[in-house]
């Protein structure tokens, strides 16, 4: 059975991390988040107090970081979110805090750490059979992926998903702070000078605004077959 690689790229509230799971879970492949291991170092350096522009504290600390995905686990909203473990300890939900969520832009800007989670996010795809998501996967970590596909979506439909999914969490933000947040992100990481967002060339470029979940997944689904992956049926 052939398992191909597969890059998912896009902005914040993209609606990738629901996708990219749901794909490997019908593909039968491992979900990589890679946003989740950036957040992860951004929630270290929070815990140790380390300045969000301490260039070298921030790569020695991404570089004695153990981090390890182990699949999905559900989540206390009922959803299922990436199993993340930090130096032994599951930190699945506290990396989804707001403080983690602003932190995180500045401390993935680092060349250092970067370099440090490019590596580990390589070694984790070496076999194949992989779906994994962030905002360079297409273009730095996994430039030979079989399918590459870059999700967007209007701006108005980014910021209703991602206050439903706060709302969900019981964190209740308006409209304008949402906005705000999700503005500031996309232009730190679309114009970092390592690895900005930006779709690969040979990118599948997919519009989610009006799609459904189920529409997103049914589009990956045919992709992945196109590019040579044995899709299973639907239990
Ligand atoms: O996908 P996310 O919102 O969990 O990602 C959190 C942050 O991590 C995002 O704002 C930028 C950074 N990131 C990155 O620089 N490169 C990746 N491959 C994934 C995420």
Redesign the pocket.
């Known amino acids: 059975m052939r398992r191909i690689s597969i890059a998912i790229d896009g902005p ?1 509230a993209s609606g ?2 629901t996708a990219a799971r749901m794909l490997a879970e019908r593909l039968g492949y491992i979900y990589i988040d ?3 291991m ?2 992860a170092i951004a929630l270290k350096a929070l815990r140790t107090g380390t300045p969000l522009d301490a260039v070298e504290a921030l790569t020695a600390l991404a570089d004695r970081t153990e981090l390890r995905i182990l699949g999905t686990r559900p989540a206390a909203d009922g959803t299922s979110l990436c199993h993340l473990e930090m130096d032994g300890e599951d930190v699945s939900e506290e990396i989804r805090t707001p403080a983690v969520t602003h932190a ?2 500045p401390v ?1 800007a680092i060349s250092g750490v970067r370099r440090a989670l490019v590596r580990q996010q390589r070694a984790m795809a070496a076999a194949g059979g992989v779906v994994m998501d ?4 297409g273009t730095v ?1 996994l430039p030979r992926a079989e399918l590459k596909v870059f999700l967007q979506a209007d701006l108005k439909e980014r910021i209703r998903r991602r206050r439903a999914e706060l709302a969900n969490r019981g964190i209740f933000l308006d409209e304008e702070e949402v906005r705000r947040q999700i503005e500031e ?1 996309d232009y730190l ?1 679309s114009h970092r000078a390592d690895s900005p967002l930006r779709p690969a060339p040979d990118a599948v470029v997919l519009d989610t605004t009006r799609l459904t979940v189920e529409e997103v997944l049914a589009r990956l689904l045919a992709l992945a077959r196109e590019k040579g992956a044995e899709v299973p049926d639907a239990l």
């Open positions: 914040a990738k991390s890679t946003g989740a950036y957040r995180v832009s993935s962030g905002r360079d996967i970590v992100r990481d």
